[in-house]
Every structure is written in structure tokens, then in C-alpha cells.
């Protein structure tokens, strides 16, 4: 089973940009759909980005779909949400997670928080003046 570690969260001005990363370890990486979920204060648990494992599908939530974008590397095993034109109400913390896809890479990905069974830590994202 994939373990995944979130790095590249911070506090930047309304406007600004980040991009987060998403680590995979042990296991077969290319055989995951990765999704990138946000929880503000106070609220669910809400999917904005995925990634099929054969990085030949993405799927971005309507509320960021002009201003994020998902990315993997899967020789590197990583996956990147780049973050731009952030706002106040991007702030939240931002988790990776794992589905897994065994025989179906290019299986279309999914923005269901229920659909995945490994998560990482998460990593604070603070947007604020």
C-alpha cells in the first residue's frame, strides 16, 4: 500500500501562487489515481483535482478549474497541484490520496472523497493580506 507525504503548503497574499507536491513511498505508484482534497475551516472534506495513473485524464472541481492545475510524475512518484490567483477562501488544508487502480491506469479519475482509501497528513495553506 502507498504511503504519500504533502509538502509545499504555506501562507501567500491574495493573488499569489503555490505548488504543492504529493510523495508517494512503497509501492507501485503508477497503479493510483491520486486526488487532491481541501478542508477549510469548519467544512467537509471537499475533492478540487485528480489524476488517473496513467496520467492521461485529469478532473478539476468547477471552483478552481481556471486557476489550478494537477500533474504527476509517475518515475518520480509525485503529483503536483499547481495553485494560481489564490483567494482567502483557498485557505484550508490540502490532502493527497491514493485509489487504487490495479489493471485500469487509465481509468477516468475521481473527485469523491469516499473513493479513496489512502490520504497523507495534509499541509496548511493559508491565503491572506
Known amino acids: 500500500q502507498v504511503q504519500l507525504v504533502e509538502s509545499g503548503g504555506g501562507m501567500v497574499q491574495p493573488g499569489g501562487s503555490l505548488r504543492l507536491s504529493c510523495e508517494g513511498f512503497?509501492?507501485?505508484?503508477?497503479?493510483?489515481?491520486i486526488g487532491w482534497f481541501r478542508q477549510a475551516p469548519g467544512k467537509r472534506r471537499e475533492g478540487i483535482a485528480c489524476?488517473?495513473?496513467?496520467?492521461?485524464?485529469?478532473n478539476i472541481a468547477d471552483s478552481v478549474n481556471d486557476r489550478f492545475t494537477i500533474s504527476r510524475d509517475n518515475a518520480k512518484f509525485m503529483v503536483y497541484l499547481q495553485m494560481d490567483s489564490l483567494q482567502p477562501e483557498d485557505t484550508g488544508v490540502y490532502f493527497c490520496a491514493a485509489d487504487w487502480t490495479p489493471g485500469f491506469p487509465q481509468a477516468p479519475c475521481k473527485l469523491g472523497r469516499l473513493d479513496y482509501a489512502t490520504w497523507g497528513q495534509g499541509t496548511q495553506v493559508t491565503v491572506s493580506s
Open positions: 512503497g509501492a507501485a505508484f503508477n497503479t493510483y489515481g
Open positions: 489524476i488517473n495513473a496513467a496520467e492521461t485524464n485529469t
